[in-house]
């Protein structure tokens, strides 16, 4: 093989692993594209690796404790009404919630949200539907909406995509 064509066999080599020399292919004053999004868990790091109990936590500095367990024991009393809106817009056809939560059974708050999802399946005849009820909740409302304003409603906070079999998964895991 001469100097040449080892050369031009390099060149190929390289645009075939890094691509083209920048420039090429593009029209004189034609924008590059932006860079990708810097998406929580696939092209930046995953803050809220369990899911729901990464971000369902207490924060005593802002007052605010959305662990499970405070919520479930105020659901027990009253559901706020722009939440029970949410969740009969997700219920099953002919069902009316009474706007309070039943008791959960012994040891759900170790696997959630797999817990939750043994009522709220896509099926049920008597609670919403988990994933339509949760998108509900999470994201509608703008700016009156916690995870809107504070999470950007992201989707990769809760779905966690793996990234050799191209699935999707939400992570249980127990509340802290």
């Known amino acids: 093989m001469n100097r040449k064509s080892f050369a031009v066999g390099?060149?190929?080599a390289a645009w075939i692993l890094?691509?083209?020399p920048s420039?090429?292919?593009?029209e004189a004053g034609e924008?590059?594209?932006?860079?990708a999004r810097k998406i929580p868990g696939l092209t930046a790091k995953d803050e809220f690796?369990?899911?729901?109990?990464?971000?369902?936590?207490n924060i005593p500095e802002r007052k605010m404790d959305t662990r499970f367990s405070t919520l479930l024991g105020q659901w027990r009393v009253s559901v706020e009404p722009a939440l029970l809106a949410k969740a009969q817009a997700a219920a099953p056809a002919g069902v009316t919630l009474k706007g309070k939560h039943p008791r959960v059974p012994p040891?759900?708050?170790?696997?959630i949200p797999t817990a939750c999802i043994k009522c709220h399946t896509p099926t049920s005849?008597?609670?919403?539907?988990f994933a339509r009820m949760i998108h509900l909740t999470h994201l509608t409302g703008g700016d009156e909406n916690h995870f809107l304003t504070e999470f950007q409603g992201e989707c990769t906070h809760c779905h966690?995509?793996?990234e050799k079999t191209g699935a999707w998964s939400i992570p249980s895991a127990p509340q802290p």
Not at 125 to 129: H, L
């Open 49 to 57: 690796p369990k899911a729901c109990v990464s971000c369902h936590i």
């Open 18 to 20: 890094i691509g083209p």
């Open 31 to 35: 924008a590059k594209a932006p860079p």
């Open 160 to 162: 966690k995509l793996n």
């Open 23 to 26: 420039g090429l292919g593009q």
């Open 10 to 12: 390099l060149g190929i």
């Open 107 to 111: 040891g759900a708050l170790r696997n």
């Open 125 to 129: 005849k008597t609670a919403p539907a």
